[in-house]
C-alpha cells in the first residue's frame, strides 16, 4: 500500500524503535563476548539461517511463493551478496576491534544515509530538530 502522507511518529513507534536499536546494538557485544567460544562469522551465519527458516515457515503459513520469474531475482541476489559482504566484514572486524567501535560504525550509518538522502530526493529534506540535534551531539563526542 503506498504512502500518501507523512505523519510524525507517536510514543509507540519510537519506543519501539529505541527498543529496537537497543537489542540489535547488543548483538554485537555478545558476537564480542562468546568469540572465544564460536567464532562471531560461525555466530552470524547461524543468526542468518535461523531467520532464513523462521522467515521459510511465515511464507508457508500464509500460503506466500516465492517467484524467480518476476525480474526479482538478480536484484534480490546482489543485495543478498552486499548483505553477506556486510556480515563478513562486521564479523571480521569485531576480532580487531570493540563491540562499541562496531556498533558506533554500524549504526550510524543509516544517519548519513537520512542526512545525505535530501541530495538525491528534495522532497526529503530533513526538518531543521533533528539536524540540529544530531549536530549538537556529534559536536560533543571525542575524537577517536
Avoid: N
Wanted: net charge positive.
Amino acid at each position: 500500500m503506498p504512502v500518501t502522507s507523512r505523519q510524525a511518529l507517536d510514543t509507540r513507534a519510537s519506543s519501539l524503535m529505541l527498543f529496537l536499536c537497543a537489542l540489535w546494538g547488543l548483538q554485537q557485544v555478545v558476537l564480542k563476548a562468546t568469540a572465544a567460544d564460536i567464532a562471531p562469522i560461525m555466530q552470524i551465519a547461524l543468526r542468518c539461517g535461523a531467520a532464513a527458516v523462521l522467515l521459510s515457515l511465515w511464507m508457508w503459513w500464509r500460503k506466500e511463493r516465492m517467484r524467480v520469474d518476476d525480474g526479482t531475482l538478480r536484484p534480490g541476489l546482489l543485495v543478498a551478496s552486499l548483505f553477506a559482504v556486510e556480515f563478513l566484514l562486521l564479523g571480521e572486524g569485531l576480532r580487531h576491534t570493540s563491540a562499541a567501535h562496531a556498533v558506533v560504525f554500524l549504526y550510524t550509518a543509516p544517519i548519513f544515509v537520512a542526512l545525505g538522502l535530501h541530495l538525491k530526493l528534495p522532497s526529503e529534506r530533513p526538518s531543521s530538530g533533528p539536524v540540529w540535534c544530531f549536530s549538537r551531539c556529534w559536536s560533543r563526542l571525542p575524537a577517536f
